[in-house]
């Protein structure tokens, strides 16, 4: 778990009431930024499972019991992680939320033998793309067929 002076970072089942409700927020943010919308429909969503250890793991933000941010990460073979579904809530951006998210990431990445991670993201996201390149990813060719990426980028954990 992280702790920082305003929020906390902590596991949490992906399906529970918390998970599903920050998840239900990152959907909806993206179907407000996106110029056609956020269909969840186009996708099969991941297996629960994907975000339970040892296979990944689902990361919850709060502030005062408030859920504000969510992020996930799964494993796949190779060594590598992938996040996933990552999103901090417009009020509590800009308060290192998202950088110590990403970073809670990572190191769970690490805990569950990940020597890289990876992620994609959509062109609408500047914010997330700016946090990735000045976090040290570097953007690679596409590694999926996700219809709303535009960028996808990986990074290699010390």
Not at 74 to 96: F, S, V
Not at 112 to 141: M, N, Q
Request: aromatic share 8%.
């Amino acid at each position: 778990m992280t702790k920082q002076a305003s929020f906390t970072i902590e596991p949490e089942p992906v399906d529970s009431p918390d998970a599903q409700e920050a998840l239900g927020e990152y959907v909806a943010e993206l179907d407000r930024r996106f110029p056609g919308g956020f269909d969840t429909s186009r996708a099969a969503p991941p297996a629960k499972s994907d975000f339970v250890p040892p296979a990944g793991v689902f990361l919850v933000v709060r502030v005062d019991g408030r859920v504000l941010g969510c992020g996930a990460l799964r494993t796949a073979p190779g060594g590598i992680g992938e996040i996933r579904r990552m999103w901090i809530a417009p009020e509590l951006r800009g308060r290192g939320a998202g950088r110590a998210l990403l970073g809670e990431l990572e190191e769970q990445a690490r805990r569950l033998g990940c020597e890289r991670v990876r992620l994609d993201t959509a062109a609408e996201l500047r914010e997330a793309r700016g946090l990735y390149d000045s976090a040290g990813y570097r953007e690679i060719p596409a590694y999926n067929d996700n219809e709303y990426a535009r960028h996808w980028y990986e990074k290699a954990l010390a």
